[in-house]
Nanobody, 126 residues
Framework: QVALVESGGGLVQAGGSLRLSCAAS????????MGWFRRAPGKEREFVAA????????YYTDSVKGRFTISRDSAKNTVYLQMDSLKPEDTAVYYC???????????????????WGQGTQVTVSS
């Protein structure tokens, strides 16, 4: 099992940047595919990005491509989400998640991930 703790959320103006971190404890994070999801007020949980166990392959939902970058540092057991050119529609609670199954270069459902952090709030003002 793995425990996940997100940090780095906050309030930022449109066009600004934030970097989210997800620290993993327990079983090392490189045993898992790691992902980020978000839930905006009144909406369903939405896939944002995923990164393979090696860190060599990534996948993003269309709305964040070119603006967000997912990365991982296995030595620190930490996954990051660098968010640039933020828009008000990026406002949401962001969740880190871990998946023990196979890698697919496609949009994931939240059910594909078995371990979740508590979430961190990101608010983008216009």
């Amino acid at each position: 099992q793995v425990a996940l703790v997100e940090s780095g959320g906050g309030l930022v103006q449109a066009g600004g940047s934030l970097r989210l971190s997800c620290a993993a404890s327990g079983r090392t994070s490189y045993s898992y595919i790691m992902g980020w999801f978000r839930r905006a007020p009144g909406k369903e949980r939405e896939f944002v990005a995923a990164i393979s166990r090696s860190g060599g392959t990534t996948y993003y939902t269309d709305s964040v491509k070119g603006r967000f970058t997912i990365s991982r540092d296995s030595a620190k057991n930490t996954v990051y989400l660098q968010m640039d050119s933020l828009k008000p529609e990026d406002t949401a609670v962001y969740y880190c998640a871990a998946r023990g199954g196979a890698w697919y270069s496609r949009t994931y459902d939240w059910q594909d991930f078995g371990y979740w952090g508590q979430g961190t709030q990101v608010t983008v003002s216009s």
